[in-house]
């Protein structure tokens, strides 16, 4: 199976367990491996053919935009339910990034799997 991923996404959302944290807006960074098996779309050069990246992007961002989580483990683990549930992926690795969460630390977040995980071909 084939990876098709989207690394960096930035959001801008309500997370965090401080009581400033839920009355400002902060940026998170979202990165996306999911499963897909590419070759029909290499085959015919359609975009019809794969998974559409551009799709789940706008997806993301929206559902990020409009959430307000406490713990960017909740976070992490809607988006994977998304991606899941609404686009043809068996596997998602999601990797929730809160740039500056930690005085000294330059990311701080939550990497989570779910679904099947791809097999080598």
Known sequence: ???IF???LRVETVIGIWEWERKIRQTVAIDL???ADIRRAAASDSVDDTLNYKLVAKRIQQFVADSSF?????LAEKIAEIV???FDV???RVRVNKPGAIRGARDVGILIERGVPPVAS
């Open 84 to 86: 899941l549930a609404e």
């Open 1 to 3: 199976m084939d990876i």
């Open 6 to 8: 989207l690394h960096d």
């Open 33 to 35: 491996d999911m499963s």
């Open 90 to 92: 068996a596997w998602v």
């Open 70 to 74: 406490q713990l960017v483990e909740t």
